[in-house]
């Protein structure tokens, strides 16, 4: 069982919108650590998405936005395309827990 | 370029030990922290350990305390990951990964080495 609770799998067709929840605790989201998203395409290693709540890094398309309000963080994903479709993790810290590092359980995005 | 490449990987018995190694490339290395970061198959990720740059800081999950032990020689550019008593629960892909500090004290996993699969099993 994740600290951090994400639904097991979205989907959504060609062009349009999905969202991915990321639900924490007072112990970590709410209080007031960033969220990070990674995505893992199939057979590959993850690679960061969003950091620091909403920050692209380079080269990530605008496509894909975060946010975080209270306890949960949110990652977005529009103009949907097949190249999508991919695990989704979000990671955060845990000051009940002596490492700190918390990962979400991930999200299976499917484009149909 | 940053390259991460990670080795080592192998299948072990159970209470058998094992070192991962990851070669770095395309930053200064030294002045990164570098963590290890795990997937059990068909499973989500599972933080395992980290490394301040100089290595004067170590981390672990405790899943993995007092079995793993993690180091890092900055003038060859590698990162170690030394792993005893390992057990069936141990399988998995790992991965080096490199930290990134923004904003102060905020940090992420920037670069992700490809993974070696570590397999315990009699």
């Known amino acids: 069982q994740s600290v951090l609770t994400q639904p097991p799998s979205v989907s959504g067709a060609p062009g349009q919108r999905v969202t991915i929840s990321c639900t924490g605790s007072s112990s970590n989201i709410g209080a007031g650590y960033d969220v990070h998203w990674y995505q893992q395409l199939p057979g590959t290693a993850p690679k960061v998405l969003i950091y620091g709540n909403s920050n692209r890094p380079s080269g990530v398309p605008d496509r894909f936005s975060g946010s975080k309000s209270g306890t949960s963080a949110s990652l977005a994903i529009t103009g949907l395309q097949a190249e999508d479709e991919a695990d989704y993790y979000c990671?955060?810290?845990?000051?009940?827990?002596?490492?700190?590092?918390?990962f979400g359980g991930g999200t299976k995005l499917t484009v149909l | 370029e940053v390259q991460l490449l990670e080795s080592g990987g192998n299948l072990v018995q159970p209470g058998g030990s094992l070192r991962l190694s990851c070669a770095a490339s395309?930053?200064?290395?030294?002045?990164?922290?570098m963590t290890w970061v795990r997937q059990a198959p068909g499973k989500g990720l599972d933080w395992v350990s980290a490394?301040?740059?100089?290595?004067?800081?170590?981390y672990y999950a405790d899943s993995v305390r007092g079995r793993f032990a993690i180091s890092r020689d900055n003038s060859k550019n590698t990162l170690d990951l030394q792993m005893n008593s390992l057990r069936a629960e141990d399988t998995a892909v790992y991965y080096c990964?490199?930290?990134?500090?923004?904003?102060?004290?905020?940090?992420?996993?920037?670069?992700w080495g490809q993974g070696t699969l570590v397999t315990v099993s009699s």
């Open positions: 490394i301040s740059g100089g290595g004067g800081s170590t």
């Open positions: 990671q955060s810290y845990d000051s009940s827990l002596s490492a700190h590092v918390v």
């Open positions: 395309g930053f200064t290395f030294s002045s990164y922290a």
């Open positions: 990964a490199k930290v990134y500090y923004y904003a102060g004290s905020g940090y992420y996993y920037e670069y």
